[in-house]
């Protein structure tokens, strides 16, 4: 059975007895705490903690999940993928134990012709909570196994109790909690030994787990050590599925990789090395791991996730690597994902369609992460080799951590890599070095983010000011709005009162002022009260759903809690950071315009006058694409259109062609922003100019790179734009009056300036030359006997450069002949930093005088170093004041023959 038909099966069944069908959520979600969804219950847990009233009172879905803890074990074990799909079913005070055990035995057991999935009932296997284990329920969750007697006919040999860990469920803090009950199908004989989940769990493997959420936690300080509060009085249940799990079963395979949605990748690797799955070698891991990860890669940026140095982007980046890398040790040397990934998009598109329209946008992406690790290894390689010459010369037999961590720092360069290289060269690593090193890096950037995010506040003082209301927000609205004072908050505390010269946190129950969020910065602006006292606005955030707050300082007077005030956003900020963000999406649209679909925003930045936006794209745009970007943008300007924002739900927007943005919740409506009707259409939550035509004007002024596979453009708008104009003309007519040209004909003159200055250095040179070889028949004459050797030392003064002391040697060696052994050096200080170059004939260097071993004396008393051929050789140092001792040392090493 195909998964798509499990996925079918699952959702009919379930809708089928009374479930609303909830579409997945997208991986990145809504969740502080979360780096991915990683089970069904994670977008119901609104409704499972009581802090919103859930729409339906049952539900089902087939939710994508990412599990990263796992990550090393992929391949090794038969089930754990970092991509799966979790199928789940939920009740929200409706049915409890008994409905969820009766929907999963009817499901999983029943015929295949009637829907069902047709497992035979006699291999079946449930676990259940034992008994003695929690002093809540000293007698484990017998109820559970009465209930699998009963309505599954299960003989008690196939009911086991098992512990806290595998059969108690709760969220580590307090909130809804209760035992679970997991569903095991016997895989036979010849995977394992007999006697159920206790003994073995790859015969008997989990595919379900029910979890009856019957109360609630007070406080938790263990997995088996917490207080309960209270029975439910409304009890849920959340049940998962693993949908991969069940598709290996049903289709007969061994494992999670060899299903349909996975094994056409790891064909398509053995294509490409040559080399066969299943075979004796040990390269099955390295299969698994490249089916697994390029899935789980296509999976994260097609929900918008981009590789990255930290968070969830550099699981991405790890995942991408990971399977790059094992390629390699499967042999293949050429770029792979170009390969792989569009078979699992293939695979994948039965079921997640948008897939092949963003299939542009996902695999530029993954094939410039490639690119940039393949530049890696190349560049970590030869330092990798250097770092390992160093320690073998030192007599070392690890690396040294620091070098691991420098590698792995600078250069990406893995450290599993790391120790391979260093082992195919005979050295360990000292792994403790590197961990000590990682674990301080990864400790202050923690400290720093944390710091930056909440300015060292906890999340609690926050949540508590939250609970009593949610912040009104006015701005799309009202640039003025008379509200009261609902907290004062100083480093972290709540305060009653705020004054004069004091620098704190503000909450209002209702504000004008745009908290900083999508690329926007926050408003700036005054607040006031009635008797005279001002504050100034810094900064505005949303530290928790639902809560603005604003940094601000005092300049005069006090300001109480409860106090009622008068919130004034500054209007000329307000209206040029309107045509920021207005610009930004007129910029984006334009970008797309001109490159087509695939160049899709992946962050921006806007604040008055200013905007930057940050696009998916390999090279850099040539000016003649700048202006044509810049010329779309303005015409867009020019013809006036309507800007609206709409709200709908994120379908809908998606139908309407709208730019999603990630982490948006299916039940929530989504705020679409239009420029033109559909000539840009975006998700966005900013403040905009209600007519293209107000953003004034609007200038490219900067095009780079910002890492692999993606591109920065930079504009102004409205003054500013048209002061960068402004200031350009300014320099052009400076320009213009230092070079007495006309401004159209400035670039010809700059030229002709330009070519004039390299003719007159060329003929300078030739004149430095002409006089340092006019010396040179005087020069000779200046030769003298050294040990029946013809020395001639010359010390050329200041400024000959290196080239035109070598010239001079080699034509004085000529002038003095081959009869008699000949050595010459001459030195000169360039930019007071010392030069010297020998030269010796042949008669000389049949003697055994070596040029590059004499310039070395010299270098030495230059400070320096040298070298070169046994004619003809160079050196240099720090001390120009030694020449005349550089040149005399060099007399004596030819006296001493
Ligand atoms: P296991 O003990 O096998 O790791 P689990 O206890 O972590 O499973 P749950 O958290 O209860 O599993 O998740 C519910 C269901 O999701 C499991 O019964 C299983 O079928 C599936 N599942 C969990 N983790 C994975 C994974 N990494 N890959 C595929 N399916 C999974
Ligand atoms: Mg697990």
Redesign the pocket.
């Known amino acids: 059975m195909q998964t798509a038909e499990i996925r079918r099966r699952w959702l009919a069944f379930f809708e089928g007895t009374g479930h609303t069908v909830v579409p997945s959520a997208p991986l990145v979600y809504d969740d502080p705490n979360l780096l991915f969804v990683?089970?069904?219950m994670v977008p119901f847990k609104p409704y499972f903690l009581g802090q919103q009233t859930p729409p339906w009172p049952r539900a089902t879905s087939v939710q994508k999940?990412v599990?990263t803890l796992?990550i090393e074990e992929v391949g090794k074990t038969t089930?754990?993928?970092?991509?799966?799909?979790?199928n789940g079913n939920f009740s929200f005070g409706d049915y409890f134990k008994a409905g969820a055990i009766e929907h999963a035995w009817k499901l999983v057991t029943g015929s295949q012709g009637e829907g069902g999935l047709g497992f035979d009932p006699d291999k079946i296997w449930v676990t259940v909570l034992g008994p003695g284990l929690l002093p809540h329920l000293p007698d484990g969750d017998e109820e559970a196994a009465a209930l699998w007697r009963e309505i599954a006919g299960l003989p008690d040999e196939r009911i086991q109790r098992r512990g806290v860990e595998?059969n108690y469920?709760h969220m580590g803090v307090p909130g809804p909690a209760g035992p679970?009950s997991?569903?095991y199908v016997d895989r036979g004989p010849e995977y394992g030994p007999e006697g159920g989940p206790l003994v073995d769990?790859e015969r008997f493997?989990?595919?379900?787990?029910l979890?009856f959420m019957q109360e609630e936690l007070s406080a938790v300080r263990a997995k088996a050590d917490f207080d309960v509060a209270r029975e439910l009085p409304s009890k849920n249940i959340d049940?998962?599925?693993?949908?991969?799990?069940?598709a290996y079963l049903l289709q007969g395979v061994d494992n999670?990789y060899e299903i349909d949605e996975v094994y056409p990748v790891i064909e398509r690797a053995e294509e490409l090395s040559g080399r066969s799955y299943g075979g004796q070698s040990g390269d099955d891991v390295q299969f698994r791991v490249v089916a697994d990860h390029v899935r789980s890669g296509l999976m994260l940026m097609s929900d918008g996730v981009t590789p990255g140095n930290e968070g969830r982007g550099y699981v991405l980046r790890r995942l991408l690597r990971r399977a790059v890398r094992s390629m390699r040790l499967l042999g293949v040397q050429d770029p792979s994902l170009p390969e792989l990934l569009p078979v699992s998009k293939d695979v994948m598109k039965a079921s997640y369609p948008e897939l092949e329209a963003d299939f542009g946008r996902i695999s530029q992406i993954a094939y410039a992460e490639e690119e940039a690790f393949r530049r890696t290894l190349a560049a970590g390689t030869t330092i990798l080799d250097l770092a390992v010459g160093r320690a073998k010369e030192e007599g070392q037999t690890k690396l040294p951590g620091d070098q691991a961590f420098a590698l792995h720092d600078t250069y990406g360069f893995p450290i599993d890599l790391t120790l391979e290289m260093a082992a195919e060269q005979g050295l360990e690593v000292d792994r403790e070095g590197f961990t000590r090193l990682m674990t301080e890096q990864r400790e202050r950037a923690k400290a720093d983010a944390k710091a930056k995010k909440s300015g060292h506040v906890s999340t609690e003082v926050w949540r508590e000011l939250r609970d009593q209301g949610s912040t009104d927000f006015l701005a799309y609205e009202t640039l003025t709005a008379e509200a009261s004072v609902r907290g004062l908050v100083v480093d972290g505390q709540r305060v009653q009162s705020l004054s004069q010269g004091q620098r704190g946190q503000l909450v209002l129950d209702r504000t004008p002022f745009y908290a900083e969020s999508g690329g926007q910065i926050a408003d700036e602006g005054t607040i006031e009260t009635a008797s005279g006292a001002v504050l100034r606005v810094r900064d505005v955030q949303r530290p928790v759903k639902g809560l603005i707050v604003h940094t601000v300082d005092v300049e005069s007077g006090e300001f109480l809690e409860g106090a009622e005030v008068s919130a004034q956003v500054d209007p000329e900020w307000r209206v040029q950071a309107c045509q920021a963000h207005s610009g930004t999406h007129v910029v984006h649209a334009a970008l797309r315009q001109v490159l087509g679909p695939t160049a899709l925003q992946s962050g921006s930045y806007n604040k008055p006058g200013y905007l930057r936006l940050d696009f998916a794209w390999n090279s850099s745009l040539s000016a003649e694409t700048r202006s044509e970007i810049e010329e779309v943008a303005n015409l867009a300007l020019r013809q006036d259109l309507p800007v609206a924002a709409a709200y709908m739900t994120l379908p809908e927007a998606r139908a309407a062609g709208a730019l999603a943005l990630f982490g948006e919740t299916y039940d929530e409506q989504v705020r679409v922003v239009e420029i033109g009707g559909p000539w840009s259409r975006e998700l966005c939550g900013g403040t905009h100019v209600r007519h293209s035509s107000q953003i004034g004007a609007l200038t490219l002024t900067g095009e780079s790179s910002v890492g692999s596979g993606s591109r920065r453009l930079e504009a102004l708008v409205g003054l500013d734009a048209l002061h960068y104009l402004g200031r350009e003309r300014a320099l052009v007519s400076e320009l213009s009056s230092l070079v007495g040209a006309r401004p159209e004909h400035l670039t010809d003159k700059i030229g002709q300036l330009l070519a004039r200055l390299k003719e007159a250095e060329k003929e300078i040179a030739g004149m430095r030359q002409a006089a340092v070889m006019s010396d040179a028949a005087a020069l000779v004459a200046s030769a003298k006997d050294v040990n029946g050797v013809t020395w001639l030392g010359h010390d050329a003064g200041s400024g000959v450069a290196g080239d035109d002391l070598r010239r001079l040697v080699t034509d004085l060696r000529g002038r003095l002949g081959e009869e008699r052994p000949a050595i010459v050096a001459a030195a000169s200080a360039v930019n007071d930093r010392p030069v010297v170059v020998v030269a010796t004939n042949g008669s000389a260097r049949d003697r055994g005088f070596k040029a590059g071993q004499l310039v070395k004396v010299a270098a030495q008393v230059l400070g320096g170093n040298g070298g070169g051929k046994d004619d003809l050789a160079q050196g240099g140092g720090k001390d120009a004041s030694q020449i005349a001792e550089a040149l005399t040392r060099i007399e004596q090493a030819v006296g001493q023959g």
């Open positions: 990683n089970a069904g999940c599990r796992d089930r754990h993928g970092t991509f799966f799909q979790m595998d469920w679970c997991e569903i769990e493997l989990e595919i379900w787990n979890v049940t998962g599925m693993g949908m991969e799990r069940v999670l």
